[in-house]
């Protein structure tokens, strides 16, 4: 004989159950989001999340509204692909238009004219021992102690590649990966 008090307690015990609900929250410009295309996400050390646009410059929301930057209050250029910060609090932003550094005392901005390879920048990454990695349409390069682009060589395809992604892993190997006619996708060790 079956005990159907087994199947009533089953039976609650399921219908009773909840699972893990998210709530979701999507912004647009009538909330303050500078432009509706977002290229990049990024949560700084104070907890504000920065939203990179296209041309429409960065959002920097902190829960309940957004401060815009564009060029019209010192932003380098109105589209950003990339942003990330080092243990300073130094902003970096990758741009159409180059890179910026915005310092707690002073911005920097770097270009073809002092030493990048391309001016569109697609990925800044600050890896664990704070130096400063870009990914540009024309190959990967970073900054020296000095605040000097460097042109990472030693692979033709890397040089020649649009790099998009540029990732640290655990160790001391970093992926990039890009695009050119053949190929995407490298690795490379510093």
Not at 42 to 57: A, E, H, L, R, V
Request: overall charge positive; aromatic content about 16%; some cysteine.
């Amino acid at each position: 004989m079956r005990k159907p008090w087994l199947y009533i307690i089953l039976f609650y015990t399921t219908v009773t159950t909840y699972a893990q609900t998210y709530d979701f929250r999507n912004y647009n410009v009538e909330d303050g989001l500078t432009q509706s295309q977002v290229y990049c996400i990024f949560q700084d050390s104070k907890g504000y999340m920065w939203f990179g646009t296209n041309t429409g410059g960065v959002s920097k929301f902190d829960g309940k509204t957004f401060q815009n930057y564009t060029p019209e209050n010192g932003l380098l250029s109105t589209t950003v692909y990339s942003i990330d910060e080092d243990k300073h609090q130094n902003m970096y932003f990758g741009t159409y238009d180059g890179l910026q550094i915005k310092g707690k005392f002073k911005d920097f901005r770097f270009d073809t004219s002092n030493g990048l390879p391309n001016n569109t920048v697609f990925k800044v990454l600050v890896d664990k021992t704070e130096k400063l990695w870009i990914g540009t349409q024309h190959g990967v390069c970073y900054l020296n102690e000095n605040r000097k682009p460097v042109k990472f060589t030693g692979n033709k395809l890397l040089e020649a590649s649009a790099i998009f992604t540029i990732y640290e892993d655990n160790g001391s190997s970093f992926l990039c990966s890009g695009l050119t006619p053949t190929h995407s996708g490298k690795t490379f060790s510093r």
